[in-house]
């Protein structure tokens, strides 16, 4: 009995001499950094590891190959073997199998035209294209769509004729609806960069997609990620506001109307549509950025703030307690903020 205690408190010494000598020992953690293009946007990411624990190579190469598979497989409208076009071309009524991915971001795309009342709507392409925004854009400088081609767009649209069966992964079309994307197949990556990053144990990492964003933990020191809302005028870039993760996982997204536009007779014409009028948004609302635990959702979401403005929004941001941040354009390029009270424990004064 007395020799297994003494036994038992030999191993405890060895163990606790162990854990002394991994504590002094402790690895230095690096911070690293990568970028590339994906989706017709750049991508940035950073991540906080122990040398020793991570092959930051492996990192960036496999990033890179779930992001250019996501492009390329999955959602681009540009490429002709993605599994979008494959959609697109599925005659109307045919049962369409669709991966995880694509029945993910559909029916999401779902959730959200129906929370926003259709202002949020994948079919919006042929509305796209005519105002000249889209793949196969050829609107004339200065020239304008009649109101006869904006309701032949219209008739080809829809997204409430997208049958989706998510348990059998399937996917019918009850009319001949072209399904685009754009707004929210980046906050999408974004979610699934870092799922493979949570994958490899990382706690702390950075992921941006065309300035969709998702944060984690803290950077070396303790130190917060910050990352700033700029100014939305495409005059000069500077910063808005900024704002902190707080050591907390979660996604910021954003959505304007100042950088992809045109301008007739000194209207602004917007790449954001609205389904409902089919012409591109006009009122004061010049930027939305949204918080939410999935990149996807704040893509969306703050995509759709934009097309309903500043009342329409705030309806439902109150409603169900959406963080949020809209930014109004007022005379003499002043700006107004309006900030939903979830948003506002990450702003930074
Ligand atoms: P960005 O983040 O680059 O401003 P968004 O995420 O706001 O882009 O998405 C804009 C794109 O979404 C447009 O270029 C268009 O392809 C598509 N889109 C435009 N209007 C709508 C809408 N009402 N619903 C869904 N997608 C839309
Ligand atoms: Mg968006």
Request: contains cysteine.
């Amino acid at each position: 009995m007395v020799k297994d205690l003494a036994k038992y408190l030999f191993a405890l010494g060895i163990l606790l001499a162990c854990f002394i000598v991994v504590g002094v020992n402790k690895e230095q953690k690096s911070l690293y950094q990568f970028s590339g293009y994906t989706m017709g946007t750049s991508y940035d990411v950073q991540f906080v590891a122990s040398p020793s624990s991570i092959d930051a190579q492996l990192v960036e190469s496999n990033v890179a190959a779930l992001l250019r598979r996501l492009d390329r497989e999955v959602f681009s409208t540009y490429s002709e073997n993605s599994e979008l076009t494959a959609l697109n071309e599925t005659p109307v009524g045919t049962v369409f199998t669709a991966s995880d991915d694509l029945i993910k971001v559909l029916q999401l795309s779902d959730e959200i035209r129906k929370l926003t009342l259709g202002a949020f709507d994948i079919t919006v392409g042929p509305l796209v294209d005519l105002w000249g925004f889209g793949s196969e854009s050829d609107l004339p400088f200065g020239q304008l769509p009649t109101q006869e081609e904006i309701r032949d767009a219209k008739s080809r649209m829809g997204a409430e004729n997208l049958v989706i069966n998510q348990a059998k992964m399937e996917i019918i079309k009850k009319k001949a609806i072209q399904i685009d994307l754009s707004a929210v197949a980046k906050g999408y990556s974004v979610d699934e960069v870092a799922l493979l990053l949570d994958s490899l144990s990382l706690e702390s990492y950075f992921i941006e997609v065309g300035g969709e964003i998702k944060m984690n933990g803290l950077k070396l020191n303790d130190e917060e990620w910050i990352t700033a809302i700029e100014t939305p005028s495409n005059e000069s870039a500077s910063i808005y506001q900024l704002l902190a993760n707080r050591g907390k996982l979660f996604s910021i997204a954003g959505s304007g109307d100042y950088r992809n536009y045109f301008e007739v007779d000194g209207i602004r014409y917007s790449h954001e549509i609205d389904p409902r009028s089919g012409h591109p948004i006009s009122h004061q609302l010049a930027a939305a950025f949204v918080i939410s635990e999935s990149a996807a959702e704040a893509d969306a979401l703050a995509t759709a703030f934009m097309v309903l403005g500043l009342e329409e929004s705030k309806l439902i941001i109150e409603d169900v307690n959406i963080p949020a941040f809209l930014i109004t354009r007022k005379s003499n390029n002043q700006f107004e903020s309006f900030v939903s009270s979830p948003f506002s424990s990450y702003l930074i004064n």
